[in-house]
C-alpha cells in the first residue's frame, strides 16, 4: 500500500485578525503549506476544510477550492468538534494509501475572536450539551469540563495547583514560538489567582479563542527538500458518548482506545513514542488524556510535569508550540497547529525552537467533551 507523508504545513499567527474572515485566513495558511511541500495548485488533487462557526457554509471544502483555485477530485468538509483536524489528516491518509489522491490539501481557520460576538459563540458551543438534559440548566462548555475536573480531582486526591502545572508548562513553550497568542510568563500562582469561570476551573487553566489558520499537504511522497521526510504511520479513532450525561466510565473516554489502535495500526509500542502533541483546551484535558492512554499512571501527570519530562529537554516533550491553552485556539485550526508543529520537530523544521531530533511522535485529538477521539502516529524517516 502506498505511504502518506505530510509533505508541508503553514500556518497564520493566532490572535486576533481584525477585519480577516476565515477563508483570508485559510489562504494564507495554504499558500505557506503548499510553497514548503514545493506543489503546485494544479496538482492537488484532494481538499479536505474543517468547519467555521463564523462561515457556516454548506459547502464550505469548494468554496475554499474556489478562492484558492483548485479543482479537486475529491472535496469534503468535517465536523468533529477539537477533532477535526486530525480526523481530516487520518481521512488523507486514506485516501492517499488508498490511491484515490495523491496531493491533498488539509485546511481551516476562523476569525474566532473576531468575527463573532460572545453571547454568538456561547450559543454555538452550547451544541455540545444535550439539549433536553444539560443544556435547558445553562451549562457551559467550561462548565462540563469542570465537572470532570471535580470528579478527577476528588477521585485522586490532587490539587487544583497540580492542573495549574500544566498551564505554566504550555506558557513555558509558547514563549518561544512567534505565532503564538500568549507568550508572557505564568506561574501556578498566577494561574490560581486568575478569575473563577467554572470551579474548579480558572481563566488561565482555559484555552483563549483565537483568530488563526492552518493548512498541511498530505501525498504520497516523502516531501523532505528541506529536512527530515514524516510520515503517517498509524491512526486509530473512538467515539463512547456525546454529552457529559452519558458518559458510563470516568476512567475509559475512549483516548486509550484511540491510541491503542494506532499505535497497533504503526506497528510501535507507546515506549517507541519520544515527542507528544495532545490537545488541551483546558488544563484538565491534558491531565485527563495523558494518564487514561498510559503516559502517566492515574493521577501521576502533574508530577510528570514538576520532574520535567514534558519539557523540551525532557523525554516526553509535550506541545512544545504552546498548545491550545496559550498558542491559540480557533476552533479546528486549534488541534492542527498541534500537527503542524509535531512535523516541525520531527522534520527538523522548527528553527530556533528546535529540540534534540526526535524519531516518533503521538498525536492525540478529542471533539466535544472527551467525546470524538483520532490519534495519529507521526514517524522521522531518513
Known amino acids: 500500500m502506498i505511504d502518506a507523508y505530510i509533505a508541508g504545513v503553514g500556518n497564520t499567527r493566532f490572535g486576533r485578525h481584525e477585519g480577516r ?7 494564507e495558511a495554504a499558500d505557506q503549506a503548499l510553497a514548503q511541500a514545493g506543489v503546485s495548485r494544479q496538482s492537488i488533487d484532494g481538499v479536505l476544510c474543517g468547519y467555521a462557526t463564523t462561515l457556516p ?3 464550505l471544502a469548494s468554496l475554499v477550492s474556489e478562492r484558492l483555485a483548485l479543482r479537486p477530485l475529491y472535496a469534503h468538509g468535517m465536523q468533529m468538534g477539537g477533532a477535526t483536524g486530525a480526523g481530516m489528516v487520518m481521512l488523507a491518509r486514506e485516501l492517499v494509501r488508498a490511491g484515490r489522491c495523491r496531493q491533498v490539501l488539509v485546511v481551516a481557520g476562523e476569525n474566532r475572536a473576531t468575527g463573532q460576538s460572545r453571547d454568538g459563540a456561547i450559543q454555538t458551543l452550547a451544541q455540545v ?4 438534559f444539560e443544556v435547558p440548566n445553562g451549562a457551559s462548555v467550561p462548565a462540563y469540563y469542570a465537572l470532570l475536573a471535580s470528579r478527577y480531582l476528588h477521585e485522586h486526591r490532587i490539587t487544583e495547583a497540580d492542573l495549574a502545572e500544566f498551564a505554566v508548562l504550555m506558557r513555558r513553550h509558547a514563549a518561544s514560538h512567534p505565532d503564538a497568542q500568549l507568550t508572557a510568563p505564568i506561574s501556578v500562582a498566577d494561574v490560581l489567582a486568575s478569575k473563577p469561570i467554572a470551579s474548579p476551573l480558572k481563566l ?3 484555552c483563549p479563542i483565537s483568530d488563526g489558520a492552518v493548512a498541511l499537504v ?3 511522497e516523502p516531501g523532505d527538500r528541506d529536512g527530515h521526510a514524516v510520515a503517517l504511520t498509524g491512526a486509530g479513532q473512538a467515539h463512547h458518548h456525546q454529552h457529559v450525561s452519558a458518559i458510563a466510565d470516568t476512567r475509559d473516554f475512549g483516548a486509550a482506545a484511540s491510541a491503542g489502535r494506532a499505535l497497533e495500526e504503526a506497528g510501535v509500542a507507546l515506549s517507541d513514542i519520544d515527542l507528544l502533541a495532545i490537545y488541551d483546551s483546558f488544563t484538565i484535558t491534558l491531565a485527563i488524556l495523558l494518564e487514561e492512554i498510559g503516559i502517566c499512571a492515574r493521577g501521576a501527570s502533574a508530577q ?3 520532574d520535567g519530562a514534558f519539557g523540551t529537554d525532557g523525554e516526553l516533550p509535550l506541545n512544545t508550540h504552546g498548545g491550545l491553552l496559550s498558542f491559540g485556539h480557533s476552533g479546528a485550526a486549534g488541534g492542527m497547529a498541534h500537527i503542524a508543529e509535531a512535523y516541525r520537530q520531527l522534520a527538523g523544521r522548527a528553527g ?3 529540540i534534540a531530533p526526535r524519531r516518533r511522535a503521538l498525536l492525540h485529538a478529542d471533539g466535544g467533551v472527551l467525546s470524538a477521539h483520532v490519534s495519529l502516529i507521526l514517524e522521522r524517516r531518513g
Open 352 to 354: 530556533s525552537r528546535q
Open 204 to 206: 488561565l487553566d482555559c
Open 21 to 27: 474572515g476565515p477563508i483570508d485566513l485559510m489562504a
Open 218 to 220: 498530505i501525498t504520497a
Open 57 to 59: 457554509h454548506l459547502m
Open 129 to 132: 450539551g444535550d439539549p433536553d
Open 304 to 306: 510528570r510535569v514538576r
